[in-house]
């Protein structure tokens, strides 16, 4: 079993910067392949960025390409989401997830999840 805390949310402004952390506990972490959500006011939760167990394969929502970066530390059991120019529709609560299936986009594909963060970017 995975526990998983994110943490790094908060308010910036348009065109500034955040990273996101997502700190998991448990030996088996370095096993999953992990993903980043989120969900806004009203909207259904949706794939951010994921990223295998080795960290060697990374994969994007068209809305993040360019401007999101994920990456892991299996030393530190730790996933990490930078965040680049940032937009008023990237305001959301920011979620990690893990999950056994590489190249996951579904949510319901995601066995653990993390309590969320939340990302204000203001115009």
């Known amino acids: 079993q995975v526990q998983l805390v994110e943490s790094g949310g908060g308010l910036v402004q348009a065109g500034g910067s955040l990273r996101l952390s997502c700190a998991a506990s448990?030996?088996?972490?370095?096993?999953?392949?992990m993903g980043w959500f989120r969900q806004a006011p009203g909207k259904e939760r949706e794939f951010v960025a994921g990223?295998?167990?080795?960290?060697?394969?990374?994969y994007y929502a068209d809305s993040v390409k360019g401007r999101f970066s994920i990456s892991r530390d299996n030393a530190k059991n730790t996933v990490y989401l930078p965040m680049n120019s940032l937009k008023p529709e990237d305001t959301a609560v920011y979620y990690c997830?893990?999950?056994?299936?590489?190249?996951?986009?579904?949510?319901?594909?995601?066995?653990?999840w993390g309590q969320g963060t939340q990302v204000t970017v203001s115009s």
């Open positions: 990223i295998s167990w080795s960290g060697a394969s990374a």
């Open positions: 997830a893990a999950s056994s299936h590489i190249w996951a986009t579904s949510r319901t594909l995601y066995d653990y």
């Open positions: 448990g030996r088996t972490f370095s096993s999953y392949n």
